[in-house]
């Protein structure tokens, strides 16, 4: 005999009637609940599809995608006169970005594929580690370029800046040490927050003994957010900041260089400065100015014809304003703002606050420096050598950008929804 289902066997199922009624018919529909796809529909409808955690997850990772191949396209087009103006291979530069993309998003899925609580056990490991690369860079291995002594390596063969290294340290490990010390802050005081804040003045410390005042700008940008969101006392806070600016300051005075190349961008340059301490800048604003709505098209700059300085690097910004436009650039500030839209949104509704202390960091990490690489282009700030994140040629940076955006992923994919969305897609 087949038993009929008991009235609490129709409980389970969610039917909330127990009466019998067809399937199909409008009062069935009414006394059932809403399924979890349903409610999951509902909650992100409208213009709150944006904040959708599954959509930020894939948005942010079509943005790094996009960003890096035309990186490797916009390198190729603003390097390629310079290479042959040395004697080599118009795709010498290009060759050479494409094999660090590749470098880069294999790291990067090594990253993805790392759980959450690894990052959160090694990320003191890996601060002691970068900052130990940091001091090479004041031993014979290291390698000074343009002034700057913040890379190692062999010349001709290979060399890499370990700052970078620094920063995605600070954003895996920055988050933990600011939860202990918060912890702890009730039984010992300021005292609980010496680890974290002294460990972040030694990679400041290690970087700025390079002269590298651009990447410290973003260490500094990265610190402050970690205190900020883990719960620093705001006082100290702004005492440290005060501190800061004086040793900055103290910095740049000292610098006869770094003095008038700020002094340049906010005054008018003289006949000898525009040859000069000006002449990167001004042509800068020549390349974006020429460029006008839709750009000269992609390869026909002429300001890359050795009128400016790091085409292919620091300002390649202002290449692609004038090959593609305004609308180019735009597109480019807009994909920056889409992956950082997306951090802070999974951010927000993450339940692990480490998992979003380390996507905020990474999201002021890639978008500040991005927006910092913008405004020296458009002349807002000095000229600070400060890459553009995805895009930029460099070894360093791109691959560490992509590791950083694997770390990214990872932590991204234990928000449960987006967990559970990629193991939908994969099954």
Known sequence: MVRSKRPADLTDTGLQNTNAQPTGSAAGSRGTSPSTGERYAQQYSGI???????????????????????????????????????????????????????VGFVLGLVAMIIPVKAYRRLGFLLVCFSILLQLLTMTPLGVSVNGNSGWIGVR????????EVVKLALCIWMPSGMQLAQRRYKKEGIRAYGLPVGMFALCL?????????????????????????????????????????AFIAAFVITSPNRMQRILSAYQACSPDQAID???QAIHAKYAMGSGGLLGVGIGNSREKWNYLPEAHNDFIFAIIGEETGFVGAV??????????????????????RYVSMVLVCIGIWLVGQALV??????????????????????????????????????MMRSHPQISAGTSALNS
């Open 48 to 102: 709150r599809a944006l904040s959708n955690p599954l959509w930020c997850y894939h948005g942010f990772r079509i943005a790094v995608v996009a960003l890096t191949c035309f990186g490797v396209i916009m390198v190729f087009s603003s390097s390629a006169i310079t290479m042959i103006s040395h004697g080599a291979s118009p795709w010498k530069q290009a060759l050479s970005q494409g094999v660090y993309c590749v």
């Open 156 to 163: 001709g063969v290979f060399t890499m800046q370990p700052a």
């Open 205 to 245: 410390l290690a970087v700025m003994a390079g002269k590298d005042l651009g990447t410290a700008m973003i260490l500094v940008f990265i610190g402050v957010v970690a205190m900020l969101i883990g719960g620093f006392p705001t006082r100290w806070l702004l005492g440290m900041g005060g501190v800061l600016v």
């Open 277 to 279: 301490e000006c002449y």
């Open 331 to 352: 597109m480019v500030i807009l994909m920056f703002v889409a992956l950082g839209w997306c951090l802070v949104s999974v951010a927000i509704q993450s339940e692990n």
């Open 373 to 410: 690489n913008i405004a020296v282009v458009v002349g807002v700030l000095p000229v600070i050598g400060v890459p553009m994140p995805f895009i930029s040629a460099g070894g360093s940076s791109l691959i560490m950008c992509l590791v950083a955006a694997g770390v990214a992923v990872s």
